[in-house]
Structures are given as structure tokens and as C-alpha cells.
């Protein structure tokens, strides 16, 4: 996971969108020198987040870096905009040729910092078809961190995944509470079970704790274990790349 710098209008920007591409470059340089498989882009530092319709100019600058990650490697990258501006980073994605999106609220709403956060599966699907990106895969988060789920309380996680792969999501993403929090391993192998989409663990991982989910995931989201001190607002730890990816890679050899 790359956290994009704080973007024009957000609170916290300070850099020129040149700057911020510069860093995330230099953010993905480290993680693919390190053999990561994949990159994820994410406005994460533009609290706080705007809820479904964000800005022209957060999804112009997002596609200026997405531009720039694509010219770096032919590896997949994807693009998640907070807060649930699917339908922007579809565009996006398919501006910059990339090869996934992370949508929030794909099916059942649910109660985020945001405010009330409507399921949008019908919608974002029927724009990607209208826009010809039905090359762009859609993985979908259930039962999402920093949310409430009072509302679908009698909904288990399992009905969660069953809908969303109904709905014609591309693969399933489960996290734990917050970011940087692991999911927990029942949920995880709960998820797995009531599913044959792609299962994706969205929080949490690092060094010590892939191996126990290894056997049910497809993929992993890794962001706050692979900054310096853990901490996700900080720059990316060459060091945490090379155990992370070391690890990895005696886990495939077993």
C-alpha cells in the first residue's frame, strides 16, 4: 500500500502534486526493488475524507500518480479513493491502465466516519460497463474497519461475502477493526468458506503474523507494518520490505 500525500484542498497538503508524485515513486521504487507482487495506491492522508464525491482535482492528481506508478513496472497496481469514491477510481483505473479498484460499501450500507455509507454495487458495476473498464476488477470490502455494522448486526459475515460474490464482486476483502489491526482468524476462515472469489486481508499483516493466514488468503494488503516504526503516516522501511518479502517467500516454497 502506497498512502499518497495529502492532496490539493486537503487540510494537510503542503506539497506541489509533483512533490507527491516524486514520493510516491520513490515509495514504489522500494517496495518492487523488494519484490513485492503488487501495488495499491490510496489517498489516505486527505482527512478528513469527503464521502462518494470527491474533487476534480483529487481525482486529477491520483491519476497523475497512477500514471507515474504504471511507468515504473507491469506489475498489477490498483487504486482505492477515500471515502467510497468508486465510480472516480474506476476512471481512474482506467485512465492510467491499471488493474484493480478497492470499493467501500459494495453491498449493505453501513455507518462510517463519513456518515452513512450506501451500498453501490448495482450502480458502480452498470459504470464500469458503461465505460468499457470491465478490465478492471472490482475486490470489495465486507464488514469494513473504521465502520459501524449496528445496522446489518443480524447479517453474518458469511451472508456479507455470499451477496457481495452474488453481486458480482471480483474478490472479497476482510480487515480488522482499524487500520494497521489484524482481521481476526475466524472471520478470515469464515470468509473463505462461503466463497470461491479471491479472499483478500486488507489490515494487519506483518512479518510475524502472515504465516498463520497463508492458508486462506489469495492476497494481502500490507501498508502500516512495512513503515518505519509501524506507523502508517511515516515512509516506507526498506528493511520491513526484505523480511516481509523473505518470509514470503519460504512460505511459497513449503
Known amino acids: 500500500m502506497i498512502h499518497v500525500d495529502a492532496l490539493p484542498g486537503t487540510p494537510n497538503n503542503k506539497k506541489s502534486v509533483q512533490k507527491i508524485v516524486e514520493l510516491a515513486t520513490k515509495e514504489a521504487s522500494i517496495y518492487l526493488d523488494g519484490g513485492i507482487d503488487s501495488l495499491l495506491i490510496e489517498n489516505m492522508h486527505d482527512v478528513p475524507y469527503l464521502k462518494n464525491d470527491v474533487g476534480a482535482e483529487i481525482v486529477a492528481s491520483m491519476t497523475v500518480v497512477a500514471i507515474a506508478l504504471r511507468k515504473l513496472t507491469d506489475k498489477p497496481i490498483g487504486i482505492q479513493i477515500l ?22 460499501g459494495f453491498v449493505f450500507g453501513h455507518l462510517a466516519d463519513e456518515g452513512y455509507i450506501e451500498s453501490c454495487a448495482g450502480e458502480l458495476l452498470r459504470y464500469r460497463k458503461t465505460i468499457g473498464a470491465e478490465n ?3 475486490f470489495t470490502d465486507v464488514k ?19 451477496t457481495a460474490e452474488y453481486f458480482l464482486s471480483d474478490g472479497i476483502i476482510i480487515t480488522g477493526a482499524t487500520t494497521g489491526e489484524a482481521a481476526l482468524l475466524d472471520d478470515v476462515k469464515s470468509a473463505r468458506a462461503s466463497t470461491k472469489l479471491p479472499l483478500l486481508i486488507g489490515s494487519g499483516i506483518s512479518f510475524e503474523n502472515i504465516e498463520a493466514y497463508w ?11 512495512l513503515k518505519t516504526d509501524g506507523d502508517w503516516k511515516k515512509s516506507v522501511d526498506e528493511e520491513s520490505v526484505k523480511y516481509l518479502m523473505e518470509k514470503v517467500s519460504q512460505l511459497r516454497q513449503k
Not at 86 to 102: G, P, S, T, W
Not at 144 to 155: G, M, P, Q
Not at 215 to 225: C, Q, R, T
Request: aromatic share 6%.
Open 83 to 104: 471515502a467510497a469514491a468508486n465510480k472516480q477510481a474506476v476512471a481512474v483505473a482506467q485512465a492510467a491502465q491499471l488493474d484493480f479498484i478497492r470499493a467501500e
Open 136 to 138: 478492471i476488477a472490482i
Open 144 to 162: 469494513k474497519k473504521h465502520s459501524s455494522h449496528a445496522i446489518t448486526s443480524d447479517v453474518s459475515l458469511a451472508e456479507t461475502v455470499k
Open 215 to 225: 492458508p486462506y488468503a489469495d492476497a494481502f494488503i500490507v501498508g502500516s507494518s
